[in-house]
């Protein structure tokens, strides 16, 4: 099989798993918690550990914990619950692939992905420990635009810089010696007296 086909298909299973799990349930409406009602995983996504190990046959570990959070998973009354409602359709079907850099176990690889009345073209940097085991998405272009891979929102606000420390000015810093001059002597006078 010719590289750009296998990664034609890698990348189209990859970007297909996070919708898989956020519709399997099919069942009614079982909690609402603050006015979002959720219903239970099937028993196949039943945990974290499990979801887990699904995402990460495509996924890197940073981008795996994206997507969980990203599911907005809720443990209710012991059973791991997601939110009921329609999941918009994603651009996740892969009409072409062009490898940008090839490196001996690396590549970048560029996707042109369509579905849900959207076409994008997204970057793809895949990385594998040897020649023989199988490639991990490490990084992926556009994560702000898509729900499932956005970052944390603490990540994307700006951080704040630190307020400035208060300058002395170098008339200040002998005025603060003479203070202490001026302290010092008179300590020694009250030694002094008998």
Excluded at 157 to 171: F, G, I, N, S, Y
């Amino acid at each position: 099989m010719d590289e750009w086909r296998m990664f034609k298909q890698f990348i189209s299973s990859a970007e297909q798993v996070w919708t898989q799990i956020a519709t399997s349930p099919r069942g009614k409406v079982v909690y609402t918690v603050n006015g979002v009602d959720y219903t239970p995983l099937p028993d196949k996504y039943n945990t974290k550990r499990k979801i887990s190990r699904i995402f990460r046959r495509y996924w890197g570990k940073q981008l795996t914990e994206a997507m969980i959070r990203n599911l907005r998973l809720r443990m209710l009354k012991g059973k791991l619950c997601i939110p009921y409602g329609a999941v918009p359709p994603f651009p996740n079907t892969v009409q072409s692939v062009q490898v940008k850099a090839n490196c001996p176990n690396q590549r970048v690889v560029a996707a042109i992905l369509v579905g849900g009345e959207k076409k994008t073209r997204v970057d793809y940097r895949l990385i594998r420990a040897g020649e023989t085991d199988a490639f991990t998405i490490m990084k992926r272009s556009g994560r702000e635009g898509d729900v499932r891979y956005r970052p944390p929102a603490a990540a994307l606000k700006a951080t704040p810089k630190p307020a400035p420390k208060p300058v002395l000015h170098p008339a200040a810093k002998p005025e603060a010696k003479q203070a202490k001059k001026k302290k010092s002597k008179g300590k020694k006078k009250l030694l002094k007296t008998p």
